[in-house]
């Protein structure tokens, strides 16, 4: 550790720790646009100048140093016992000195030479770290005269677009696709004031790569201005009019830590938020743009029954009276219920719960197998299970009770011999193997819960429509055995409910005693009972989730 | 995305003997990428001017992306990303020359070529139609006690007057 005078403030901080770090910790703003924490810096926009302190020996007295020096690179360390200052700090540094504020205003007076007055029509404005930093740092006027330069609005890629008047060319972006994603497709063209980001293209303009990975939109994230900017989000809203959650992406198994921002109408965007040991800074684009299913107008809003060969909206008494009706004159041995790798660990244990207790049946299934591609880059993977939860859904289904949990081929052919199964799914865009179809069309009454009409809902008896991970409060354990919390943002379309509370409903009519209030609630009863989960509870879990004790879990 | 990516029809190739050129100056470096400034100058003088083939090639040669190719050619203007005349003529423009008349130098110059000067990223702006000349001014060729100064392609031309630049252009 080491021991370092910042401003007034004594504080100690890990050797290596640089002073913009340093002095995040203790609630002190040094403003930075080049550095960011998962990029290696190159110190170029020099806005995060601090003023080192060093021992004078003419005067024999520590004063501040010649020049000032970037924050982001100046690493605080131990200093040997013979080059203690004041015979104790290993550091001495200010953020706040009269010459430190000049500076900082003077740079940003140049970053703002070239930069439009566009912010009303900025997708940035209100986020923007030129905003924010003018107004606590800079001039309030400029004293440039001259003609500014207007270099054109460039398309980089299916997501990004570069306005390239408001970059101040900080170069994130450049050792994002450099370093992170390792596909080098952005750089510098021309040179000093002229300076562009581009991607590669012919002298005429046409590119010869575009801006097409899979992690693209993440220099959208890091921009800190209003230049590279996504289609996606493009004059959709105000970012100031967004309500933010905190949840994790249900894009596949490595539950990238996620803000999900909303309005009461629907879910806007996703962003990533930082989880050292996940996904640290980022998150793919599959999941950045793979929302779009939630807003859906086709999103199933009414519960559907089959009425005379064709699937008709009804209402949820009538669709759980049907079911009741129909459970109740099967045996047990023919029923199968299916849990969801897509739905919540507290759905799939209010499930599980539902066919012990209510069913007393021990034949589960899951409903999962939903393979994609694999993608490896230099910092990230993006991983072939394209379900959140098949780890969490696995353990929770088969647990307790005795459950044995059917997967696959298994599952198909024990679903070929049942006639009833309720099969909760969530995973729409999910294709129906040949087999699979004919095993689901062979079953006499099929159960079929949600979010969007699919090929499984096809030949479901009873539809009922449940909830996305925009709709419902939770929680995923993802590949590595991480349990993390989603949250409920936007409200269910129509009649949709909670998937486990659809669940509950049912137990309810079948005269099953389940009562739970919230899922919180059920997370408390999964860690008394399920091994591994003792420390799965919502409060514990909180914002930056649980490691299984047991990481194969 | 509107635009489509541009197809390369006729790939680029060091011939024989840049080849055994390149092979020579890459063994001088500590990493491939390092070798980029002499195996663009290599290229340019095989090609002409550097096209995205070029830029491609020399992109694999060297074992790094498309754009960092893109990013030193577009930095240096002594790549071409256009045709260029046989004769590339450049006109230093800076303090000394200017001091020493280097605009005479360049308006006798265009009126001697008929031509414009050319600007960066427009070079066909200087360059005669029938492609023999390319007319551009330059920063310091670092000669300025014999200011005024040309150079044409490779070599220098001091302590310039009218005559002395109508004797240069005649005897090419």
Same mark, same amino acid.
């Given at each position: ?26 609630? =002190? ?43 982001? #690179?100046?690493?605080?360390? #131990? @200093? ?11 550091? =001495? ?31 940035? @404005?209100?986020?923007? !770290? ?43 972006? =450049?050792?994002?696709? +450099? ?42 994230? =890091? ?93 949820? @008494? ?50 999962? %197998? ?37 997967? *696959? !081929? ?92 659809? #669940? ?12 739970? %209030? ?18 799965? #509870?919502?409060?514990?879990?909180? +914002? @930056? *989730? ?8 | ?47 002409? $001017? ?6 491609? $090639? ?28 046989? $004769? ?29 000067? /050319? /600007? ?21 060729? /670092?000669?300025?006690?014999? /200011? ?25």
């Amino acid at each position: 550790m080491a021991f370092v005078k910042l401003n007034d403030l004594e504080i100690e901080v890990e050797d290596g720790t640089n002073v913009v770090e340093a002095a995040r910790q203790h609630g =002190i703003e040094v403003p930075h646009y080049c550095y960011h924490q998962g990029l290696s810096r190159p110190a170029n926009c020099r806005m995060c100048l601090v003023e080192p302190h060093v021992f004078f020996p003419p005067a024999g007295a520590i004063v501040p140093d010649r020049q000032l020096a970037t924050g982001c #690179t100046t690493v605080l360390r #131990t @200093a040997p016992p013979d080059r203690k200052l004041d015979g104790k700090y290993d550091f =001495i540094v200010r953020t706040d000195s009269e010459r430190v504020k000049k500076a900082r205003a003077d740079i940003l007076e140049f970053l703002l030479v070239h930069h439009p007055l566009d912010c009303p029509v900025c997708d940035q @404005a209100g986020e923007c !770290d030129l905003q924010d930093y003018s107004h606590r740092h800079g001039h309030d006027k400029s004293r440039y005269l001259e003609v500014k330069n207007v270099p054109p609005k460039k398309d980089l890629g299916p997501d990004v677009l570069l306005y390239a008047t408001r970059c101040v060319v900080c170069t994130r972006c =450049i050792r994002f696709a +450099d370093e992170v994603s390792g596909t080098g497709e952005l750089g510098l063209v021309h040179r000093g004031s002229h300076d562009e980001i581009d991607i590669p293209r012919s002298h005429e303009g046409v590119p010869l790569q575009v801006l097409d990975n899979k992690l693209a939109g993440n220099v959208v994230d =890091i921009c800190p201005v209003g230049a590279l900017i996504s289609k996606d989000f493009l004059f959709k809203s105000r970012p100031w009019f967004l309500e933010k959650a905190n949840s994790v992406c249900s894009g596949c198994s490595v539950g990238c830590n996620i803000t999900v921002e909303y309005k009461a109408d629907g879910v806007y965007r996703l962003k990533p938020r930082f989880h050292e040991d996940i996904n640290q800074h980022w998150m793919c684009d599959d999941g950045r743009l793979g929302y779009h299913y939630v807003n859906s107008d086709d999103r199933l809003q009414l519960p559907l029954k089959r009425v005379d060969d064709a699937l008709t909206p009804t209402h949820w @008494a009538d669709a759980l009276a049907t079911i009741t009706e129909k459970l109740s004159e099967i045996e047990t041995e023919d029923i199968v219920v299916i849990g969801s790798a897509q739905g919540t660990n507290e759905d799939n244990y209010v499930l599980q719960q539902f066919a012990h207790d209510v069913l007393k049946t021990t034949q589960l299934g899951l409903f999962g %197998h939903l393979p994609g591609e694999a993608h490896k880059f230099p910092q990230f993977t993006i991983e072939a299970d394209k379900n959140p939860n098949t780890a969490g859904a696995r353990t929770i289904l088969g647990s307790t009770n005795g459950n044995t949990v059917l997967e *696959g !081929d298994a599952l198909w052919e024990k679903v070929s011999s049942a006639k009833v199964v309720y099969l909760v799914s969530g995973a729409p865009e999910r294709p129906l193997e040949d087999a699979e179809k004919a095993a689901l069309e062979s079953v006499d009454f099929l159960i079929v819960q949600d979010v969007l009409p699919s090929e499984v809902t096809q030949f479901a008896d009873v539809v009922l429509p449940g909830t996305t991970f925009a709709e419902k409060d939770g929680t995923f354990t993802n590949s590595t055995g991480w349990v993390q919390r989603i949250r409920k943002t936007i409200d269910p379309p129509g009649e949709a409910r909670v998937d486990w509370e659809i #669940t509950q409903q049912l137990a309810k009519q079948l005269g099953g005693e389940m009562n739970y %209030h919230f899922a919180g609630e059920i997370a408390l009863e999964i860690a008394e009972n399920v091994p591994g989960y003792a420390d799965a #509870t919502h409060q514990k879990i909180g +914002d @930056a *989730g649980i490691k299984l004790a047991d990481s194969t879990q | 995305m509107s635009d489509e990516l541009i197809q390369i029809e006729t790939p680029f190739a060091f011939n024989e003997e840049n080849q055994r050129e390149f092979d020579a100056l890459i063994g001088r470096y500590p990493v491939k990428e390092a070798a980029m400034l002499p195996t663009l100058h290599l290229a340019q003088r095989q090609a002409g $001017y550097i096209t995205p083939a070029v830029m491609k $090639y020399v992109a694999e040669q060297l074992e790094v992306s498309v754009m960092k190719v893109k990013d030193v050619v577009t930095f240096y203007p002594m790549f071409f990303e256009e045709p260029v005349g046989e $004769y590339v003529i450049r006109v230093c423009h800076t303090l000394p020359c200017a001091l020493r008349d280097c605009k005479g130098v360049l308006d006798h110059l265009k009126t001697k070529l008929d031509t414009d000067v /050319a /600007a960066e990223t427009n070079l066909a702006k200087g360059t005669t139609p029938d492609g023999k000349f390319t007319l551009m001014k330059v920063e310091c060729l /670092a000669s300025c006690d014999v /200011a005024p100064v040309i150079m044409v392609n490779d070599d220098l031309h001091k302590n310039l007057t009218p005559e002395k630049i109508d004797e240069i252009i005649d005897n090419l």
